[in-house]
C-alpha cells in the first residue's frame, strides 16, 4: 500500500486548472492598475509640461514693457506647435489705478495667463496670474477714465 501511494504523489489535472485560473485573474488585475498607472503619468506628464511653460510665458510677459491693458494676446502651445492643440491666451488688466490716472502714470498691472492643450479628446487648462508695474499711454489713461 506505502508504494501505490508513492506513485499517485503530483498535481492532478484539476488541481493545475484552478492554479492557472487563480493566476490568469491576478495578472489580469495587475496589467489593469498598470494601464491606469501608464495614464496618470501620462497626465501628470502633461500637466507638468503646461506648469513649465506658463511659468516661461508669465516671465515673458512680466518682462514685455508695452504689452497693452485690456488687449487679449494668444499663441501656440507648445511654441512651434499646432495651435489647434493647443495654446496660451493672456489679457493685462488694470488691477490698482489712481481715479482719473494721467498719461505716464504707473499702475499695478494683473496678467491673466491661461495655457490649454487637448488631451484625449476633454480640453485642459492651467491658469496662473501675475502682476507687475505698467506706464500708463494716454490712449489707456483715456479708456480707464471712461471705465472701458
Do not use: C
Request: no cysteine; proline share 4%; aromatic share 6%.
Amino acid at each position: 500500500m506505502s508504494k501505490r501511494r508513492a506513485q499517485q504523489s503530483g498535481f492532478t489535472l484539476l488541481e493545475v486548472m484552478v492554479a492557472t485560473l487563480i493566476m490568469g485573474v491576478a495578472v489580469v488585475g495587475l496589467l489593469a492598475n498598470l494601464h491606469g498607472s501608464l495614464r496618470n503619468t501620462e497626465r501628470i506628464g502633461s500637466y507638468d509640461r503646461a506648469t513649465l511653460f506658463a511659468q516661461h510665458k508669465m516671465d515673458e510677459l512680466i518682462a514685455e514693457p508695452r504689452l497693452p491693458l485690456n488687449v487679449k494676446s494668444e499663441g501656440a502651445f507648445p511654441e512651434d506647435g499646432d495651435a489647434s492643440q493647443g495654446g496660451w491666451d493672456a489679457v493685462v488688466t488694470a488691477w490698482e489705478a489712481p481715479p482719473r490716472a494721467p498719461a505716464g502714470e504707473l499702475v499695478l498691472a494683473r496678467i491673466d495667463l491661461e495655457v490649454w492643450w487637448l488631451e484625449n479628446g476633454k480640453r485642459r487648462t492651467f491658469n496662473v496670474e501675475g502682476f507687475r508695474q505698467q506706464l500708463l499711454t494716454a490712449d489707456e489713461a483715456s479708456r480707464l477714465s471712461a471705465g472701458l
